[in-house]
């Protein structure tokens, strides 16, 4: 008790001399409001310059840094319509610095505003669209530069009355054509103003104006570095005729590689006539079709076949068509009931077409019935739940998942599943492979999908692309090993050649 | 009549592919106008496909109806909505407002949110069979998916600030790896069945076998 005594003591005396040594030092005076007239007026009047006392106030001077090392080129591997705008960028630029560039159709102007950039944007590399080997010398002399992209193209821009721009395309494609007013649909320039019937003022209208593409001929440009209200100006006038090309040299090593593989792939195939006994690595879900379609043929119970999601143009359904053609092939030795519910009507009708031909290969045309591969709905869900009626109505004892599936793969497998039938998926779409596997008894992960015709084929010229592909892959994971290796030890120039540059 | 069954389309096959390749690498807008074109004629086969997929679905449940299969009330519900649906919209239009829009929204909007609802309970009864540990393979597949699982939700966070890094890690490492050699793979595939139809080796797809 008498020690918390003292202790309070002490904290108020403490706390008394504290607040006596804050109240002897002298308040200071509080600056005029701001905005309050009179007392700014009382400072205008004695002329107090705060802190400079007699000196002349300090005006801060702007200096703009000039643009330097500016180049205009025809943008390389387009369509004719591109410019490339290029300079030189200084170490350290603000984004209060800005670039503007702008457009003409004659060195006088006049002027059009193209585009304007902030000076700590839009960066390129200077390696250009090179071959990719010389790409790796030429990228040992790379600047820092800026870039803008002057597109011509199709647009249209917003102009009043009397033909100023008012709104330009959208940034970064700049169609730009000036001395160009708002014309009409076949050409003839609009009348400028619409005189306002109430107030007979002239109205300033904004009219909306297709820009015609494609600009014949050389368009000049300026640029122009901005700081604020200072400006500076560089002093030539550059100018360059976009033109058309005919071929993208920057997707040299795609097709190099494109025609290299395709080559791989002739020349097994040739060299599979020559040689039919080629060795092919094994894939158990498709040595189960057999299976799958005998178990089905003892039970008396039909096979469900789908084709996937996805149209005709997605590779992944042809190849599901084509494993479709060699189980039809199957299903129709075996005189078993083959159903294919089709989601997309052109892929119905090359179904049918398969189906109908498997069946008459295998001497059985009678038993084909159209009627059999018929089509459901183009809705996602509404397919996933017509097809999982199916399966729980005739509980087929095999449903074959091919080609290409969203997020409806889980239900019909995992209904599939519960129905107790063998089922055999393969797909291409890596986020449902994970589903296929838990729920099917056998999974054709990604490349089998594409395989499993060669395969079930067993002809030689198609079994030799099969080989041609496997050399492929075994080409891509050597370089991938060296690349990886290099890479490390700060080498990139095998990274560089598989570099897309487009 | 057989140059068209078999080698026009052969042909055909060839012309288009080989032009759709060599347009990959020419930039000039003769390139781009082509693949307009194409693009435009496929739409324009589509649109008539569509005659043919209600052609084929009203003949397939016309025939269970008839023939009295197991199960043909479904096919006579089929039937009646598909009726009853082109001409409600062949009479009040098929705005929203109209009987079609009502239908649309308060029939098949909801039956199609059930349907993707029921994924929920598909994915718990999978997850239950992925998960058994039955192989080495399993096991490892079990640990993994459940760090993940844990790494990405507040509670794992609240276990150990390192369990999200790790899960992270799983995700773009080991599973990233995994995925990129899919892709590659479906990648070389694809030409080379590319190549095989463009050369006419593989043609299955005409319907006409080999």
């Not at chain 1, 505003?113 to 590399?125: H, P």
């Not at chain 1, 904004?206 to 368009?219: D, F, S, W």
């Not at chain 1, 005709?312 to 129709?332: C, H, K, W, Y």
């Not at chain 2, 032009?19 to 008539?48: N, S």
């Amino acid at each position: 008790m008498k020690n918390n005594l003292s202790q309070a003591a002490i904290f108020f005396v403490l706390l008394f001399a504290l607040s006596l040594a804050g109240f002897a030092q002298e308040p200071e005076e509080l600056p005029p409001a701001a905005g309050d007239p009179s007392e700014i007026a009382a400072l205008q009047d004695a002329d107090i310059v705060i802190g400079l006392e007699e000196e002349e106030p300090e005006v801060p001077v702007t200096t703009v840094p000039l643009p330097s090392g500016v180049t205009l080129r025809d943008l390389p591997n387009d369509d004719g319509t591109g410019l490339y705008l290029t300079w030189e960028a200084f170490p350290e630029e603000s984004p209060e610095l800005t670039y503007t560039a702008y457009l003409a159709e004659t060195p006088n102007g006049p002027w059009l505003e193209a585009g304007s950039i902030a000076g700590n944007e839009s960066y390129m590399e200077d390696h250009g669209h090179y071959f990719p080997i010389f790409y790796w010398f030429k990228k040992s002399r790379e600047a820092k530069l800026h870039h803008v992209l002057l597109v011509q193209d199709v647009a249209t821009g917003e102009f009043d009355a009397k033909g100023n721009a008012i709104r330009l395309p959208e940034p970064e494609g700049f169609t730009v054509r000036p001395n160009v007013g708002p014309k009409n649909k076949d050409g003839r320039p609009i009348e400028p103003g619409i005189i306002d019937p109430d107030t007979g003022e002239e109205k300033v209208s904004t009219k909306l104006v297709e820009i015609q593409p494609r600009t014949i001929g050389e368009l000049y440009v300026k640029l122009e570095a901005r700081l604020g209200d200072a400006t500076a100006e560089y002093p030539e006038v550059l100018s360059a005729t976009a033109r058309e090309n005919w071929f993208d040299v920057s997707k040299t090593n795609m097709l190099i590689l494109a025609v290299l593989f395709g080559a791989t792939v002739l020349y097994f195939i040739s060299r599979a006539r020559r040689d039919p006994n080629l060795f092919i690595r094994k894939i158990n879900g498709l040595d189960a079709v057999d299976e799958a379609i005998g178990r089905a043929t003892e039970m008396g119970k039909p096979i469900l076949y789908l084709n996937g999601m996805s149209s005709l143009a997605d590779l992944s359904t042809l190849a599901a068509l084509n494993i479709l053609g060699r189980v039809a092939r199957r299903v129709a030795n075996y005189e078993s009931t083959l159903v294919v519910p089709c989601r997309d009507p052109i892929v119905l009708t090359v179904a049918q077409e398969i189906v109908k031909a498997g069946f008459a290969d295998a001497g059985r045309p009678d038993a084909y019935n159209e009627d059999n591969i018929f089509f459901l709905t183009e809705d996602q869900f509404s397919y996933a739940a017509a097809v999982c009626g199916i399966m729980m109505r005739d509980k087929p004892a095999a449903n074959f998942f091919m080609g290409y599936y969203y997020a409806e793969s889980l239900i019909l497998a995992e209904t599939g599943a519960s129905t107790g039938a063998i089922q055999i998926a393969g797909t291409d779409a890596v986020t449902q492979l994970p589903f296929f596997v838990t729920t099917c008894d056998y999974t054709l992960i990604g490349e089998e999908l594409y395989a499993a015709s060669a395969y079930l084929s067993r002809e030689p010229l198609v079994l030799g692309s099969l080989k041609g592909q496997d050399m492929a892959k075994l080409f891509m994971m050597v370089v991938i090993l060296i690349g990886t290796l290099l890479v490390t030890f700060g080498m990139s120039f095998v990274k560089d050649l598989f570099k897309a540059l487009g | 009549m057989q140059f068209f069954r078999k080698q026009f389309p052969i042909l055909l096959a060839f012309a288009m592919g080989m032009t759709m390749f060599i347009r990959e690498f020419v930039p000039a807008k003769i390139a781009t106008d082509l693949y307009e074109g194409f693009t435009k004629w496929a739409i324009v086969i589509v649109g008539f496909s569509a005659v043919f997929a209600i052609l084929s679905l009203l003949h397939h449940h016309v025939n269970r109806v008839r023939r009295k299969v197991p199960g043909y009330g479904y096919s006579m519900v089929t039937i009646i909505a598909f009726i009853q649906m082109l001409l409600l919209g062949l009479i009040f239009s098929v705005r929203p407002g109209t009987p079609v829009g009502w239908e649309y929204w308060w029939l098949f909007v909801p039956m199609q949110a059930t349907m993707f609802a029921t994924l929920a309970f598909f994915i718990a009864s999978a997850a239950f069979r992925a998960f058994r540990a039955r192989t080495w393979e399993a096991l490892a597949l079990l640990i993994a998916g459940l760090l993940v699982m844990i790494g990405r939700v507040p509670i794992g966070e609240f276990i150990s600030p390192y369990l999200s890094d790790f899960a992270g890690w799983i995700m773009n490492n080991p599973n990233m790896a995994g995925l990129r050699g899919v892709v590659l793979g479906v990648a070389l595939a694809q030409i080379a069945i590319s190549v095989r139809i463009i050369f006419g080796i593989e043609r299955t797809y005409m319907g006409g076998g080999d």
